[in-house]
């Protein structure tokens, strides 16, 4: 887990320090500012990699490099897995080497890390099977460095440079656990009922199918409201986002509780999860219910992770996230949630120096969606139309002087009744105020 971070000469701000809420962290900000960015290096503070550096494959999750003739510096300190000790590490970017350097060794221990990127690569960082291994006191590096998963490798498996088979995906998995109908089956659909919102059919699965006479595969299928079916390779970008969202779920939890075994050491007590534009793709249903079901889904009973046979489980699992959104409706959802002494609200804006600028802000309970949207986080002077929020503005300049001109402002009600609702609170009080000062009749 990570407890604070600063930045230096990196990034679209100059300057960040920041100290994390320890459960959920929420970042809002207009595009390009950093967001993304940010969850990229906070996955490499975690796991010491930059995704795009595991896998080629990745258009996202680059190496940071700092501003250019400056010294860039990322400094961390994270909360370790195995004392709740709180190390501090720090790293400098050096440019004849073209890299961060830091202090050499062991990193420190983190506890199990999941990144969902915002294109649908999945980066998982697990602690029995990526951390380094000591040997009599002397730090090996020999272990897999991460499993980074690109779009399609999070479905179809995923291989090292030498082919050796690290994860064999969603199709082939989720097929596997069905037919074995063994814990991973069950928690997956589990997950899967978790996840959907309340009052809908939850997702669950239907029957293997085979999507062709040529492919051999069992491919995985859900059942539809409707009634049918449906092949997971032919399901909608939202429903494929909540699948590959709970499947990465899974197999990192049940991939961690089986090294964990062979190695026979405790499963993790910790876990962070970061999330990129945790909306993508979701119907406003479905973002209503995102966050809650994933900080339940991650820390109760029984979706944790599963005890290993010689060792006793450690519980409960603290679960650290870290989100990205541009939703209002997110931010709406969280607020029966939100607790100041465990959460926080991040939000990148321009200060007045024209700079990007992160700021922590005080959640306060705006009540609905399109409160938030004229908030600090989406900096709206109004959730109308463009066209409907000039035309306001004129309406109201003309009644700003003393002796307004009669036969405009009968024009302009006239267009305000062509084109905002009858039921709009502007309209409403605009004419109250025409009709008193005898203006409309
Ligand atoms: N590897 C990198 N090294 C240095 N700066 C980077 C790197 N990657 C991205 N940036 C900076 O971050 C900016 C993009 O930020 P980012 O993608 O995090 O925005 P965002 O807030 O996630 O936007 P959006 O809402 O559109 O996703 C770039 O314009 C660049 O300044
Ligand atoms: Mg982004």
New binding site residues.
């Given amino acids: 887990m990570i407890k604070s971070l600063k930045l230096k000469n990196?990034?679209?701000a100059k300057n960040i320090d920041i100290t994390f809420g320890e459960r959920l962290n929420i970042i809002t900000?207009d595009?390009?500012?950093?967001?993304?960015?940010?969850l990229d290096i906070i996955w490499y503070a975690l796991s010491r990699r930059w995704p795009a550096e595991v896998n080629k494959k990745l258009n996202s999750g680059?190496?940071?490099?700092p501003l250019s003739g400056e010294r860039g510096t990322i400094s961390f300190d994270l909360i370790t897995d195995n004392n709740k000790k709180i190390e501090d590490y720090s790293c400098s970017f050096d440019r004849k080497k073209w890299s961060w350097i830091g202090k050499a060794g062991r990193p420190y221990n983190p506890g199990l890390v999941i990144y969902a990127h915002?294109d649908g690569s999945f980066s998982v960082w697990d602690p029995a099977k990526n951390y380094w291994e000591k040997r009599d006191n002397v730090d090996i590096q020999e272990r897999q460095p991460a499993y980074v998963f690109s779009p399609p490798e999070i479905w179809n498996g995923l291989e090292d440079d030498k082919g050796t088979r690290l994860c064999n995906g969603l199709i082939a998995d989720w097929a596997g656990w069905q037919k074995e109908k063994g814990k991973e089956y069950q928690t997956l659909c589990n997950t899967l009922s978790h996840i959907s919102p309340p009052g809908e059919t939850p997702i669950s699965p239907g029957e293997l199918t085979r999507i062709s006479i040529d492919d051999a595969r069992d491919i995985p299928t859900i059942k539809m409201p409707y009634g049918e079916d449906i092949p997971v390779l032919f399901a909608s970008s939202g429903i494929r986002r909540i699948l590959a969202l709970s499947y990465a779920l899974v197999w990192s939890l049940s991939e961690h509780a089986k090294a964990s075994k062979l190695l026979a050491q405790d499963t993790t007590s910790r876990i962070t999860f970061l999330i990129d534009?945790v909306e993508a793709h979701l119907h406003p249903k479905w973002q209503r219910q995102i966050i809650s079901s994933l900080i339940d889904i991650m820390s109760n009973e029984p979706y944790q992770i599963s005890k290993t046979s010689k060792v006793a489980r450690r519980s409960p699992v603290d679960v650290q996230i870290i989100a990205?959104t541009?939703s209002p409706l997110i931010m709406a959802s969280i607020e029966p949630l939100f607790e100041p002494e465990k959460d926080a609200w991040f939000d990148?804006d321009i200060n007045e120096e024209h700079a990007v600028e992160m700021f922590k802000r005080d959640f306060e309970l705006k009540g609905d969606a399109e409160n938030w949207l004229t908030s600090k986080a989406f900096d709206l002077k109004s959730t109308r139309s463009m066209e409907s929020e000039k035309l306001i503005e004129e309406a109201a300049t003309l009644l700003d002087v003393p002796n307004p001109d009669v036969k405009k402002i009968k024009e302009k009600y006239d267009t305000l009744c062509q084109k905002l609702s009858p039921k709009d609170d502007f309209l409403f009080r605009w004419r109250f105020i025409c009709e008193k000062k005898g203006y409309l009749k």
């Fill in positions: 990196v990034g679209p900000g595009n390009g500012l950093g967001k993304s960015f940010l680059y190496m940071a490099q915002a534009e990205a541009h990148l």
